[in-house]
């Protein structure tokens, strides 16, 4: 899948199921609050357009999960999500890795894309572990309706 995140075309292909497990597995602790929130959003209630308002309802949960999380297993899981993570070059030049899976090759990427670009991985690779119902947080809502990055 492509898809155009702050002017540049992204690629995002699939993990290994390997590295899949060892992400989902440094990520329990957050599965656990994510889970309960995605349930919520995808009820039979419509959730707020507003990503922000959004965010804002899931955050005190996830910021109590992802600070469970050493900074080390966050960081694997980040640089693994963005290994499958590919940038078209100008002139035609081809698609290259955003992260070798142990450093980010890009370092030109602002927190928003670098958020979009996890996220979009995330739900590509784990998409069994999401409702179907599309989330207000997804990168298209986010260009739709969030303030402009430039």
Sequence with gaps: MDQEINGQIYRFGKLDALTQINIVRKL???????????????????????????FSKIFPELSKALSGISESDFNTCLLKLLACVYRKEKGDL???????????????????????????????????????KPSALSPESLKQSGPSSG
């Design 94 to 132: 081809g698609y290259a890795a955003v992260s070798t899976g142990e450093v980010l090759v890009y370092q030109d990427l602002d927190l928003k894309t670098l958020l979009q670009l996890v996220w979009t991985s995330l739900l590509e690779n784990f998409r069994s572990f999401f409702p179907e």
């Design 28 to 54: 329990m602790p957050v599965l656990g609050a994510i889970i309960p929130m995605a349930k919520e959003f995808s009820g039979e209630e419509k959730p707020s357009d507003d990503p922000y308002e959004q």
